[in-house]
Structures are given as structure tokens and as C-alpha cells.
């Protein structure tokens, strides 16, 4: 019952998270019962082509969800979330990795193949407990967190903002895009981590566990959703947003600004750690490619094209690009990426807040209108 | 090279780290016992050669109604900035009361230990409404952890609604700070600093583009305000410094040029020449 009320307490005003909840719950439902339980034969069936492509897209979702705290809310444009979302990713991977045991290749108990490949002899410590699958997940939230934490700690500290920030986080992703390119790191290198098996002892191949991954990732994107929300209604995202639009103001009254910033960073990079770990099931690969800085600039066009600071625009935003790519890719891969920048100037030049902020101002015309 | 260089001028103002200077948050620290609450000795700025402050030296007593006329670079804005702690200066020394030394402190901490400031720019929150601007500036626990679990007490709630008393915005409380006029601006900045409950209140230039009658609400406002708290304000208009001023210190060339009444100013022959007889029209 508490929670009931937590729940419309913290949507009260929010009609476009309420949408967007009861469209995620019935995706929820449709989407593995019209997979598994009507036939293929059937006009209704769903393949599991598209489950898993609208899987990922939920994992996009909640890395948009992600930007958009630290972008929309805070004013930090970064274009490193690539780099948390890959960790993430990574966190996973190793996991899956050892999953594998003895089913790989070389049919070594303890390490993956591409290790006995390097003819490496032992397991890397950094690779110690991987096969703990809560060890795993925390592993995975933690490392792009405490990332942040530095780097939010330091950049924030000696005020760099705006572009300098930007540059230096993009300098980041592809600074860990090279150092995991590397075969030294232990990461498998230039082929990153593949070839999983199973998950929790439940193989990644069927048809079930694909739709119970979905609905698992569809649930973690609401609770991430409402958590956000909840974060954004306290008094912490009051005034978080204040310091995106009057960082000097709050500095004067009082407001170690730094704290702030650094906070929803690592908040931001956690949220980012868990749509990667979450993604990597999906696609069933995680390599140096993840850490490409063009995709932590693709992430800001999502939330660009959704609409700003409203969160549900960031995953309306993530969801509708990335079913343009899936189609725009397969009929004219070539012209995708020009169609992709023109779209976000576009929506900077006619749009600014987004497709979101284009509906809800139609909607108050048409209101005042009648 | 220089571009670069401007990257990291934050370090600059960030030297003093805070786990390695004692935590200052209790404000019976202020030691008055002299009567004077903000002193500032042989404060000197420079920037590139340009000095914008030199050897300055300024004391405002408790309660006081400080006026600071000066023309345009005479330093007012950057005395507001070593005060405030956005600047440190090359060398000299501030102290708030006997004890506090001001030098040491970030923005944050000074702003805590009770100096407020007002911008000459009006700067409110603008998307909140203004019961949040001041809800948001009450004087409580800033850190990020007790902002997570924020709720308003009836007491916090009462002290809001005599803040929007003393400025003269209850009827305005749910608007969106955004959309009031720029007097109402003026005075929602002054409520966000009144209810930190600063002892000193540093006002830049309060009255720039206000009507008479906005300007007139003005002066009442800080003449009121004065006494149970220290205002120093920066301002260009004469009849309002005339107005609202007991002490009025002029500064030029980033030192005291002359400080006494409106009229002992106004008959000084130094102030004549570089000031009143230049530029400003005089009454």
C-alpha cells in the first residue's frame, strides 16, 4: 500500500511517465506472450528478432534516462556515457565469460579462450569473482560510478564546464576504447568478450530467457524511471537544476555546487553501468567498439530529439532513433549517419526542446484556442 | 596557450582544500566585541599589472548602511569579489568580525557564515516559483545528503512567509520567478539572501533600471533592513545613495578616495575632480 502511494505521489503531475509506464508495462505483457504462446504460424506471432531488437532498445532507453539527469537536468553535456555504458557492459561480459567454463574452445576450466590464446597460465586478479553473478552486477554499476567519481570530483573541483568538459570526456571514451583495444589489458582485445552460454545457469539461446531478459529489462527501466523522477522532485533536483541555470547564484547562497554536480555524475554513470550490463545479454558480444566516441555523441542526439529534461523524452527520444537506424540502416546503411546529423540540427534549429516540447506546446495552443 | 590556461583558473581559487582547514559553520564564532564587522586591510588585486584594488581599506560596523560610489574599474565590483570569496587577492587581509578570516574560506563556506550577495544582474532561480527560490535559500543543511531527504518544517514555512512579507511578494509566491518584472527580481534576490539571515548583505547596484517608484520601495526595503544586519551597497544613482546613505565611501583607482555624509562628499575637492565633476550629475 506504501508503496502504491509512492508510486502516485512521485507521478503526480507527470502525465508523459504515466504513459510511458503503462506503454512499458503492456510491452511488458505483449510482447514474450505473443512471442512464446502464439504460434509462428500465427499473423499475432512476435519473433524473437524483435524481442531482442526491442530490448535493446529499452537498454538505450535507460542509458538516454541516464543522460538526460546529468544533460538536462544538471547541464553537463557529456559525451563520455558511452564509456559507463561499455564498463557496464563489460561487467557483464566477464561474467557470461566465465560462465562458459569448460564449453569453450580450448576447453580450459578456469580461463576464457582468448586468454589460453595469449597463452596466458592464471586468471588476472581483476578477473577474480567474476563468476559471482552479484559480484558481477555490482561490479558493473560500480566501476563506471567510481569513474565518475573521480573524474567528476576533479573536473568539477577546478570548474571546468561547457565544452572543455565535453571535449575531455569524449577524450576519455577514446582513450578506453584504445587502452581495451589493447590484448595486454585482458579483455580480449580488438574481439572483446563473446561467445556466452548461459545466465544464471539458464541458457541465453532460447526463446524464454530472451523474453524474460525483456521483461527484466523493461521492469529496471521503469524502477530506474521512477527513481529518477523521485530525484528530480526532491529538493536535491530542485536544486540541481538550479545550478544548471544560475551555477553562480547557488554557489553564494551557500551550495557546494562540486558536490552537486559530482553526485548526479556518478548517479548519472551508475544508471549508464546498468543499461550496459544489460545490453550485453541482448547482443551477445561486448567489444573495444562499445567505448567508439561517435556513440556517446549518438546518446545526446537521442535525448536531444526527445526533448530535454522531461526523462521520458530521452526514452521516447533513444526508442524512436534507434528504430530509424534499425530501418534507415537496412535499406540505405550508407546515408544513416547524414540523416542522423541532419536530424539533430533540425530538431536544434525548429525544436529546441525536443519532440516532447514540440507536442506539449501544440497541446497548450490548442487549448488556449478552445 | 592562454586558452588553456583559463581551463584550469579555477585551481587558483580552489588552493585551500577544505579537509585540511577547520570546518567553520557555527555562527557564534563572529566576534564583534569591537563593533566592526568586515574588515578589509591593504587589499591589493591585480590583474595582468592593471590593479584593480590598491592597498584598500574599508570597515563596516555593525548595522551599518554602507554606500560605495566610484566610477566605472574604481574596484567596487571586485572588492564584492575578494569579500565573497570569488577572488583572492595578491595580498592583505579580510576578516568577518575578529576571528573569521575570509581568505580562507571557498564561496560556499563564506556564504554559511553569513555574507550574502546580490548581483548586479538580477539572478534568481528563474524556472521555480519564488516560495522555491526562498525555500531553496533557507538557511539549513546544504549538503547533497540532507537535500536527498529535504521536507519543509511549519517553522521553515513561516519564516518563508515573513521573508515574502518583508519584500512585498506574497501575492506573487506561486508565480514562476522567471516571469516577474525586474524590480520584483530585484527584491525575490534580496528575500533569497534575507533568508540565510546574513550579517552582511553586499548589494550591487540594487536600483539599475527600476522605476522612481520601484527605486523608492528600494531604499525603504534596505533602510529597514539595516541595523539588525550590515548592507553595503554599489550604486551609481546619486539621489538614491542620497537617499538611503548615513556613510558614503567613494572609491577610485581601487582605494578610498573619501568616505563621510552625502554633503562632506559632495564639498570634497579630490571627489570634485575625479567624480561628482566628471561624469556624474550632481544635486
Known amino acids: ?370 | 596557450m592562454s586558452r588553456f590556461s583559463k581551463m584550469f583558473e579555477g585551481w587558483r581559487g580552489e588552493r585551500q582544500w577544505s579537509a585540511f582547514s577547520p570546518e567553520i559553520n557555527s555562527r557564534e564564532f563572529i566576534d564583534l566585541s569591537h563593533g566592526t564587522l568586515l574588515y578589509l586591510e591593504n587589499i591589493t588585486v591585480s590583474f595582468d599589472g592593471f590593479k584593480a584594488l590598491d592597498k584598500l581599506n574599508l570597515y563596516i560596523d555593525k548595522g551599518e548602511l554602507r554606500c560605495i560610489i566610484g566610477a566605472n574599474g574604481a574596484g567596487k565590483t571586485t572588492m564584492m569579489d575578494v569579500v565573497t570569496g570569488k577572488l583572492r587577492p595578491d595580498s592583505g587581509t579580510a576578516f568577518l568580525g575578529q576571528t573569521i578570516n575570509l581568505l580562507n574560506m571557498s564561496e560556499s563556506e563564506i556564504s554559511e557564515v553569513g555574507i550574502g550577495r546580490k548581483f548586479q544582474k538580477p539572478t534568481v532561480l528563474e524556472n521555480f516559483s519564488v516560495f522555491d527560490n526562498l525555500e531553496l535559500s533557507l538557511h539549513s543543511d546544504r549538503s547533497v545528503k540532507a537535500s536527498l531527504l529535504a521536507r519543509l518544517t511549519g517553522e521553515q514555512r513561516d519564516r518563508i512567509e515573513e521573508v515574502l512579507e518583508i519584500i512585498g511578494l506574497q501575492a506573487e509566491k506561486e508565480r514562476t520567478a522567471g516571469n516577474l518584472s525586474h524590480g520584483q527580481k530585484q527584491w525575490l534576490e534580496i528575500g533569497i539572501l534575507l533568508i540565510q539571515d546574513p550579517y552582511l548583505l553586499l548589494v550591487d547596484e540594487p536600483v539599475a533600471g527600476m522605476t522612481v517608484q520601484e527605486t523608492e520601495r528600494t531604499a525603504e526595503l534596505l533602510t529597514s533592513l539595516a541595523g539588525e544586519r550590515s548592507i553595503v551597497v554599489v550604486e551609481h544613482d546619486m539621489e538614491f545613495v542620497r537617499s538611503i546613505a548615513n556613510i558614503v565611501t567613494v572609491l577610485h583607482q581601487g582605494s578610498v578616495l573619501a568616505e563621510g555624509t552625502m554633503n562632506e562628499i559632495q564639498d570634497d575637492p579630490k571627489v570634485k575632480e575625479v567624480y561628482l565633476g566628471s561624469s556624474e550629475t550632481s544635486s
Open chain 1, 1 to 370: 500500500m506504501r508503496s502504491k502511494s509512492f508510486i502516485i505521489e512521485t507521478l503526480q503531475g507527470d502525465t508523459g511517465g504515466r504513459i510511458l509506464i503503462a506503454i512499458l508495462l503492456c510491452g511488458c505483457v505483449v510482447f514474450p506472450v505473443f512471442n512464446l504462446l502464439v504460434p509462428q504460424s500465427s499473423a499475432f506471432h512476435i519473433s524473437t528478432y524483435l524481442v531482442t531488437l526491442f530490448g535493446k532498445y529499452l537498454c538505450f532507453a535507460l542509458l538516454a534516462l541516464a543522460l538526460d539527469l546529468a544533460w538536462g537536468y544538471c547541464g553537463i553535456l557529456s559525451l563520455g556515457h558511452g564509456a559507463f555504458f561499455a564498463l557496464g557492459g563489460y561487467g557483464m561480459g566477464m561474467y557470461l565469460m566465465r560462465q562458459i567454463g569448460d564449453r569453450g574452445v580450448y576447453g580450459d576450466p578456469l580461463l576464457p579462450d582468448f586468454m589460453v590464446f595469449l597463452n596466458w597460465t592464471e586468471l588476472p586478479w581483476y578477473w577474480y569473482g567474476f563468476n559471482n553473478f552479484g559480484f558481477a552486477m555490482v561490479m558493473a554499476m560500480f566501476v563506471p560510478g567510481l569513474l565518475a567519481f573521480v573524474f567528476g570530483w576533479l573536473a568539477f573541483r577546478s570548474r571546468v564546464t561547457g565544452v572543455y568538459l565535453s571535449i575531455i570526456l569524449q577524450a576519455l571514451t577514446y582513450a578506453l576504447m584504445l587502452a581495451f583495444f589493447r590484448n595486454e589489458m585482458g579483455f580480449g582485445g580488438n574481439n572483446g568478450l563473446t561467445d556466452f552460454k548461459d545466465i544464471i545457469g539458464f541458457n541465453l539461446q532460447t526463446d524464454e530467457t530472451r523474453a524474460v531478459l525483456f521483461v527484466v529489462t523493461g521492469l529496471i527501466l521503469i524502477l530506474v524511471y521512477l527513481f529518477c523522477r523521485h530525484i528530480v522532485k526532491s529538493k536535491f533536483g530542485r536544486v540541481v537544476v538550479s545550478i544548471r541555470d544560475a551555477e553562480s547564484r547557488m554557489r553564494f547562497i551557500g551550495y557546494k555546487v562540486e558536490n552537486y554536480k559530482t553526485s548526479i555524475f556518478v548517479l548519472s554513470a551508475l544508471i549508464a553501468g546498468i543499461a550496459g550490463a544489460l545490453y550485453v545479454p541482448f547482443v551477445g558480444i561486448i567489444n573495444p567498439g562499445e567505448f567508439e566516441p561517435l556513440n556517446s555523441i549518438e546518446i545526446v542526439i537521442w535525448v536531444a530529439i526527445g526533448g530535454r529534461s522531461t526523462l521520458y523524452g530521452a526514452v521516447l527520444g533513444a526508442i524512436l532513433v534507434n528504430y530509424a537506424k534499425t530501418r534507415f540502416t537496412a535499406v540505405m546503411p550508407e546515408v544513416w549517419l547524414f540523416a542522423l546529423g541532419g536530424l539533430f540540427i533540425f530538431v536544434t534549429l525548429f525544436l529546441p526542446k525536443g519532440l516532447v516540447g514540440f507536442f506539449s506546446d501544440l497541446k497548450e495552443k490548442m487549448e488556449k484556442k478552445a
